[in-house]
């Protein structure tokens, strides 16, 4: 495609279950990150990865919160035990390199 | 810890009216970014400042940076509705080059 894109665009969950967020990059976008927006925290980064490997992970709120990139390409972000603090809109972003970067229309994640 | 502040947070103008959007960073940075968001959309670039004194045109609006200041504006120039959005400026650091945002600025542009 064209763009970033993420599925589902919505979500409700219940909590203590897990929820997995899926992004699919433009292609050839070596860097791809994750960023969560929320009413009470704004925009907050996530995680970075380049390639495959996740040099950067320092924004991921709590060990609940993993990422995973395979081939390059799409990026699964996965939130196990969700809470209600987990509800925010879940974006993901590609760049071709330390530029622009893409973003996506977003996750919205509720949970109830 | 990094900081970025816009201001104001919310704007209010009438349509043909100028303003401008404050935004303050407190580390020294490679590039800063603005950003557009409408209401349930993701953010669509608009600017990429890259040095200090760049100044971008684009439309309506302007965007400049001063490295020395850590201070990046947004210039309003004859507002419209269709301008109406909220607009977030953000700042590049690390070697993750990941972006740290402002709390954005709702712009609401009055007929």
């Known amino acids: 495609g064209a763009g970033v894109s993420q599925s589902p665009s919505n979500k409700v969950t219940e909590k203590g279950k897990d929820v997995e967020l899926r992004c699919d990059p433009i292609s050839g976008h070596t860097a791809l990150y994750w960023y969560r927006q929320s009413l009470g925290q704004g925009l907050e980064f996530l995680i970075y990865f380049q390639g495959n490997s996740a040099p950067d992970k320092s924004g991921l709120p709590s060990d609940r919160f993993s990422a995973e990139r395979t081939g390059g390409s799409v990026s699964t972000l996965t939130i196990q035990r969700t809470q209600q603090e987990d509800s925010a809109v879940y974006l993901c972003a590609s760049s071709p390199s330390h530029r622009v970067q893409y973003f996506g229309a977003g996750t919205r994640l509720s949970v109830l | 810890e990094l900081k970025v502040e816009q201001n104001p947070l919310f704007l209010s103008m009438q349509e043909g009216k100028n303003y401008t959007i404050y935004c303050n960073y407190s580390?020294?940075?490679?590039?800063l970014y603005w950003y557009r968001q409408d209401p349930g959309k993701s953010l669509e670039s608009l600017f990429v400042?890259?040095?200090?004194?760049a100044v971008k045109q684009e439309g309506r609006l302007m965007a400049s940076l001063d490295t020395k200041a850590r201070l990046s504006t947004l210039h309003i120039t004859a507002a419209v509705h269709d301008l109406s959005a909220t607009y977030f400026c953000a700042v590049l650091t690390g070697t993750a080059s990941k972006l740290t945002f402002g709390t954005g600025t709702r712009l609401q542009v009055t007929l």
């Open positions: 580390t020294t940075s490679d590039r």
């Open positions: 400042l890259l040095s200090n004194g």
